[in-house]
Structures are given as C-alpha cells and as structure tokens.
C-alpha cells in the first residue's frame, strides 16, 4: 500500500539535493498555537512595501522564500520589516531551484522534483512552525479591515481544524497615483490551512492543489478584504507556460478574466465590472485603494456573472 503524501518523515526529491529534502513540521515537535503567512516570491521587491506591513502586524509569523529574484525582493522584504519594528516576526529563505511555470511545464516534470510546483510549495510549508499557516502571495495587499479581521482569525485558527476562504480583487495598477480596481470577477481561494498530514500540497494538471478532507469545516470571509497588485508596465502573466490556454481550460476560468482586463487596460480600454481609481495628491494608489476607497465602498457588492463582466454596487 502506498503511503499518503503526507505521511512518513517527509520527501525526498529525485535530483538527489538532500539539503533541499521535506521534513514535515509535524514531525519535527510539537507545532505552537497561531498562524504563519508564507509567502513565495520572485522579483517582487516593488510589492514588499504594500504587502509587509499589514501582513506582519496581522500574523504570528510571515514567512518569505525567494526564488531566484534578480530584483533584490529578499533585500527589500528584510528592509521594510526592518523599517517597522517587525523583523522579529519575519523569516526569509530562498529556494534555488528553477521552478516550472503553471500549465503545460508545470504538467510535464514529475512530481517529486525540485523543479516541481507541488514539491516547491511543499519544501516552503514545510518550515512552519504554527499550527496554521496562510498561503499568501507576493502581490497581496491586506485592506485596513483585511488587516484587522485576520488579525481576529490568527489568534483563533491555531486551535480550530478550518479552510478559510479569502475573496480578492484585482487591482491593475498603471502609475503611482492611478489604478483600475476590477470588482466583475468572484474569487474566493482557500487561502488558510491547519497544519497537519491531510493538508499538503500534490500535482494536478495545471498548477498545485492542496489535499483537503471531504469533511472539513469552510469558512468565507467578506469581500473588500485584499487586493492582488497587477502591474500593467509588467509581465503579469511570467509565470505561466502558455497564457494563450487560457481560452481553452475550463480550469482557467479567473486566468481569462484576468487576461481580459489586463490587455483591454493597456489598450485603453476599460471593461465593464472594472473602476477607475485616482489617488488624491500626496498618496500612492495602492494606499488610497486599501486604506480608504474600498473600506468606505458599498457594501455588499453584487457582482454579476464574470463572463459578463457587469458590476452594481448596492448601500
């Protein structure tokens, strides 16, 4: 009988980089109560400014790997924990691997390599040492009430065996003092996690999936919470095989809205379910949109059908 992924000491991986082997945290003493935050990066250095502070001061813990930035995302992440009293709750490590890119790369390279999503995702995780953690990515930014109502779940999740869901909004971003915030697109990831055996990470066609029990308790946070930072001067889309399958996944579903927008903005085109944000004099965008436009917007939102991109707001 095979034996589950997150069973045994942990992995081993098949190029033989026995410094880069899994230990799962379970196995490595007893797990303390609270939450971690990890968060796998490359050439993010801009973002670290936005994401860090709210994302420190929410968390027990952040944890940041960095993969091979060229743009100093390591340096920059040290700096500004450094720069708010916080470098005591942050780590930094960094994977050297190449890691393949989502779709047909990620598709093609076994599972147990380091070159895979799962396996890389898996080595990151493995270095917690709460007994929650928070899957968060590089470019995302915690409004002023996202920060306070993950500061509440942190100190609560790290008893409680839960999949907590976080909806996000993608904020385009085109200078400092103008954004286009797209509320047309429902997006509700599984964003936290307990940290034991039945929550790890395997292969499946495109990306990685975490394992979940079938009976496991959801939670879904409100809307408003995070924006997730896209640059349009960038390459959002770097870290996908083929962004051109978009059309032709039924998985990718939230990568075509993406796409969508992202090309439509840069042509100068606004779509429908997407809003126009301007900074007033002084203030970056992205602190406008967080600490101010989005926890004063309407609530609830009412979002139609993403494939028909129509939004309404409603008091």
């Known amino acids: 009988m095979s034996v589950p992924i997150g069973g045994g000491l942990g992995l081993t991986n098949i190029e033989g980089h026995t410094d880069f082997d899994i230990v799962w945290p379970w196995n490595q003493g007893p797990l303390r109560r609270g939450a971690t935050a990890v968060l796998r990066v490359?050439?993010?250095a801009e973002s670290m400014r936005f994401v860090l502070p709210p994302l420190l001061r929410a968390c027990d813990h952040v944890l940041l790997v960095d993969n091979k930035s060229s743009d100093g995302t390591g340096e920059a992440a040290v700096a500004v924990a450094q720069a708010h009293g916080l470098a005591a709750k942050f780590t930094v490590k960094e994977y050297p691997f190449d890691v393949a890119r989502a779709g047909a790369e990620h598709l093609a390279v076994p599972e147990r390599s380091v070159h895979s999503l799962a396996y890389f995702y898996n080595w990151c995780f493995s270095h917690?040492?709460?007994?929650?953690?928070?899957?968060?990515?590089?470019d995302m930014?915690?409004?002023?009430?996202?920060?306070?109502s993950m500061a509440d779940l942190c100190w609560q999740v790290g008893t409680v065996d839960a999949v907590i869901r976080f909806p996000r909004h993608g904020l385009y971003v085109e200078s400092d003092t103008r954004a286009f915030l797209d509320l047309g697109l429902r997006n509700i990831e599984e964003w936290g996690f307990p940290m034991t055996p039945d929550f790890v990470y395997s292969k499946a066609p495109e990306w990685e999936i975490r394992t979940t029990p079938d009976e496991i308790r959801q939670f879904a946070l409100p809307q408003g919470l995070v924006v997730e930072l896209k640059y349009l001067d960038g390459d959002e889309f770097a870290h996908w095989t083929d962004p051109e399958s978009f059309a032709t996944s039924v998985r990718n579903r939230r990568k075509r809205r993406e796409w969508l927008v992202f090309n439509a903005l840069n042509n100068g085109e606004i779509p429908e379910g997407v809003t126009?944000?301007?900074a007033p004099e002084g203030e970056h965008v992205i602190d406008y949109v967080t600490h101010t436009w989005l926890p004063r917007a309407p609530r609830p939102f009412v979002v139609d059908d993403p494939d028909h991109a129509k939004l309404h707001l409603r008091a």
Do not use: F
């Not at 917690?128 to 590089?138: A, E, L």
């Not at 930014?141 to 306070?148: F, I, M, N, P």
């Open 42 to 44: 490359k050439n993010e």
């Open 128 to 138: 917690v040492r709460t007994r929650y953690s928070w899957k968060w990515d590089g």
């Open 141 to 148: 930014v915690l409004t002023t009430e996202g920060e306070v």
């Open 276 to 278: 126009e944000i301007n």
